[in-house]
């Protein structure tokens, strides 16, 4: 059996949560930020991105794009004309964004680090790697990550295996000597499985159903062998047996 020689994990819900401070505009923003000679107003800007993106994430399984080009199409399908650039745009919709820290993780990376086990974030994002790593510094000042890999990088996002074949090549490891652990069973257990990863480690803190992922998935079967965990402190014995 390989080594363990690599730790790969999943950003949001996995390393840090999602929050928005009360300040956020959302899209909106670039109303703010843009000539709009046709007087778009926000409701309708709001209710037309919201369709993109729900048009984008149901029929971009396995790639990915940046935040920047979906801003780009918003501003020219309603004609809007940036003041500022696209990239200042990202940063000033980033601002509102106010992650926390997933509980317990801490343990585990120190653990991980007395070890000698390399640790990664690889994620299905449209934020930048650099934006990525500004949201888990905003919790993690240190930075406790040794790489921080985003899907709109790359192009391709879980559950593709290559998603996964490039996390480990950053990582300089073979999928047989990785782990990775997420919250999503579809694209982090079965995602990791299907490449071959060393362990499959479900972070389900929220105690959902497996059920309803085979549900919406239906691709899936039933060999995949995974662990299942709702805190951090209960991989440090399991992982103590592989070291």
Known sequence: MAKLKTVLFDCWDTVIHY????????ITLLLDVCDNPDNIKADQLESDYHALMHEYYKNCNDFDLRFIALFRYIC??????PRISYEEIEKLYNQHIVPTPVE????LLNFLK???IKVGVCSNTIHSEEHTVDFIKQCWPDMPFDFVMASSTYGVKKPNPR?????AKLADSKNEETIYIGDNFYADVYGSWLSGF???IWLN??????IDYYLHHPEMNDEIEYTEIDDYLKLIPILEKMI
């Open 19 to 26: 929050n928005e401070s009360d300040k956020n505009k959302g």
């Open 76 to 81: 020219v399908s309603h004609n809007l004309k």
């Open 104 to 107: 317990n993780l801490r343990p």
């Open 114 to 116: 007395q070890n000698n």
């Open 163 to 167: 998603f996964f074949e490039i996390g």
């Open 198 to 200: 060393m362990k499959s």
């Open 205 to 210: 803190q929220k105690h959902k159903s497996k």
